[in-house]
């Protein structure tokens, strides 16, 4: 079984450092700076020693020896985890599906009812994955603007804010109503479609994140929404619309570049959005790796009503 990370294995993640992969589970904000990295020996036994860091995180051994480490947690609620960060041994891939596999027991225990990965496609782990529970949901393609590109768009008719507002808290429903609207039902069955179930699943990386909504004046709900946070080495901005024609495409990429001014920009795009590369890359984003987000979900949906009697008092 897996257990939390603790001080004392401070000396075996020596010698594990020596026998792991790399890493190829990412978050959103690890998928933005690149991975792949082998495993970080500082990072992890600064965690070992901090009693409120390595809560999150998670040894598998034999004997005195670690076979794997990883890291998982909520991802914005309660109701969602994500395994963020996986190491395992190069000689024994039955470890790699026992910790996918038994790393549903801490996460079912605090109340989740999904577990979120992210990993490059055609990677190895994918199969293990597949074994343990996981579903593919969709994959996802990583976007970027050089700042030199972005400063020259602010400076031609093309980058406007479209009329976007400042959203707050207050709209947090108007934004669910709009994931609805946009997001195909196969992929936000198994994201969660409850609002507490899509809330907990939302990522939410970087600092200072802000979010912007268009309204058409033709409805009360929210027909686009665009959102920009800090992460390292730029700007992460995020798309999301009612209406994906191109003309709609256009204006809902000239609006999200509008938005932040000579940063370099990211900007992750599903699969179930395939017309957002091409609008993309008309304005000078480059592509870049493509990701499969997978999904094991921890609740079994009711299917059926069963009939009963119940005596009612007059």
């Known amino acids: 079984m897996i257990r939390h990370l603790h001080p004392t294995d401070s000396p075996a993640l020596l010698r594990f450092k020596q026998k792991a992969g790399p890493d190829e589970v990412r978050s959103l904000s690890r998928a933005v700076a690149g991975g792949g990295k082998g495993f970080p020996l500082v990072k992890y036994t600064t965690i070992a020693l901090s009693p409120r860091a390595w809560q999150s995180c998670w040894v598998k051994t034999r004997r005195a020896s670690v076979q794997a480490v990883l890291r998982a947690g909520q991802r914005s609620g309660p109701l969602a985890w994500e395994l963020s960060e996986l190491y395992v041994t190069r000689t024994d891939d ?10 549903a027991f801490p996460a079912g225990t605090s109340g989740a009812r999904r577990i979120f990965l992210r990993l490059p496609s055609e990677s190895h782990i994918f199969n293990a994955a597949r074994s343990a529970g996981y579903e593919p949901v969709c994959t996802e393609t990583l976007y970027s603007l050089e700042p030199a590109l972005n400063s020259r768009l602010h400076s031609s008719e093309g980058a406007a804010d479209g009329g ?12 669910y109503r709009l994931f609805c609207a946009a997001v195909p039902i196969g992929v936000r069955t198994k994201i969660g479609q409850t609002f507490d179930e899509w809330r907990s699943a939302s990522e939410k990386p970087g600092r200072k994140r802000r979010d912007w909504g268009l309204e058409d004046g033709k409805s009360t709900g929210l027909q686009a929404h665009v959102s920009a946070a800090g992460v390292s080495g730029g700007t992460l901005i995020s798309m999301m619309s009612r209406d994906l024609n191109e003309s709609a495409l256009k204006e809902l990429v000239a609006a999200a570049v509008g938005v932040v001014v000579g940063d370099r920009l990211f900007t992750m795009v599903p699969s179930y959005q395939q017309n957002m590369g091409p609008a993309l890359t008309d304005i000078g984003f480059t592509q870049h790796e493509t990701y499969d987000v997978m999904v094991k979900t921890l609740v079994v949906p009711v299917g059926e009503t069963v009939p ?4 009612i008092e007059r």
């Not at 009963?308 to 005596?311: C, D, R, S």
């Open 308 to 311: 009963g009697m119940v005596a």
């Open 164 to 175: 976007m507002k400042l959203l707050d808290e207050a709209d947090e429903h108007a934004l």
């Open 94 to 103: 039955g470890v790699l599906l026992e910790v996918l596999d038994q790393l």
